[in-house]
C-alpha cells in the first residue's frame, strides 16, 4: 500500500512563530506533492504545490521537498491564530493511468494569540 | 474565476435509495477527481476522469457506486441502494490536466454532506 504519514499533532506554536510540519511518502515515483489546508467543516484548500527538490516559497510558505528521501515539509512563517487548521500533505500515486491523490492523515496546528 | 461546485450541499437519504452527486469543475480543466471524506478519517480517492480517456474507477467502493462524466465537463457519481456507511462528505476536485504519475493542482468543490438513515 502506497502512503504519505504525517504526525496528527496537535502542534501548538505561538503567533509570530514559525510552524513545520513534516510528511514522508512511500512511492518513490510520485512526482507532484501538494499541501491542503482544511478548517473543520470545509473542504481542503490548496496551499503549496511543488514538483522538484529545493524549497518553494510563496508569501509566508515554504514547501520543501528531497525525493531521494522522499520527505515534504511545509514551514508556516509568522504564524497566526488563522493558520489554525488541520494540514493534508498530498501525493500522486504514480502507476498506469491513475492520478489520484494520497493523502496523509494532516496535522492538526494550534497558533496560539 | 469560479471555482468547483458541487450539489447538492447536503443530502439526506434513507436506507436502500439511490442519490446523484453532482459537480462541474472548473472551465478548463480535464482532469476530474471524486473523493470522499469520512467523519475523523482522510480523503479516500474514489475515481478519476481524464479527457475522453477511459476512467479510473480502481477507488470504487463497491459496485453501488458509479460516476459519469458528460462533455468532458459535469460528473455525476450515483450511489444506489445506500448503506449507512456510506454517509460521508463526498469531494470533487478538478485539475489542468493530469496523466502518468503527474498531476498539476487539484482544486476541491465544498463537497456534499451525505448522511443515510
Known amino acids: 500500500q502506497k502512503e504519505v504519514e504525517q504526525n496528527s499533532g496537535p502542534l501548538s506554536v505561538p503567533e509570530g512563530a514559525i510552524a513545520s510540519l513534516n510528511c514522508t511518502y512511500s512511492d518513490r515515483g510520485s512526482q507532484s506533492f501538494f499541501w491542503y489546508r482544511q478548517y473543520s467543516g470545509k473542504s481542503p484548500e490548496l496551499i503549496m504545490s511543488?514538483?522538484?527538490?529545493g524549497d518553494k516559497e510563496d508569501g509566508r510558505f515554504t514547501a520543501q521537498l528531497n525525493k531521494a528521501s522522499q520527505y515534504v515539509s511545509l514551514l508556516i512563517r509568522d504564524s497566526q491564530p488563522s493558520d489554525s487548521a488541520t494540514y493534508l500533505c498530498a501525493v500522486t500515486s504514480y502507476g498506469g493511468a491513475t492520478n489520484k491523490l494520497i493523502f496523509g492523515t494532516g496535522t492538526l496546528l494550534a497558533v496560539q494569540p | 474565476g469560479a471555482g468547483v461546485s458541487q450539489s447538492p450541499s447536503n443530502k439526506v437519504t434513507e436506507k436502500g435509495k439511490d442519490v446523484e452527486l453532482r459537480c462541474d469543475p472548473i472551465s478548463g480543466h480535464t482532469a476530474l477527481y471524486w473523493y470522499r471524506q469520512s467523519l475523523g478519517q482522510g480523503l479516500e480517492f474514489l475515481i478519476y476522469?481524464?479527457?475522453?480517456?477511459?476512467?479510473?474507477k480502481s477507488g470504487l467502493p463497491s459496485d453501488r457506486f458509479s460516476a459519469e462524466r458528460t462533455g468532458g465537463s459535469v460528473s455525476t457519481l450515483t450511489i444506489q441502494r445506500t448503506q449507512q456507511e456510506d454517509s460521508a462528505v463526498y469531494l470533487c476536485?478538478?485539475?489542468?490536466?493530469?496523466?502518468?504519475?503527474?498531476?498539476?493542482?487539484?482544486?476541491f468543490g465544498p463537497g456534499t454532506r451525505l448522511t443515510v438513515t
Open positions: 476536485a478538478s485539475s489542468f490536466r493530469a496523466g502518468r504519475g503527474f498531476s498539476y493542482e487539484q482544486y
Open positions: 476522469f481524464q479527457g475522453n480517456s477511459a476512467p479510473d
Open positions: 511543488i514538483y522538484s527538490n
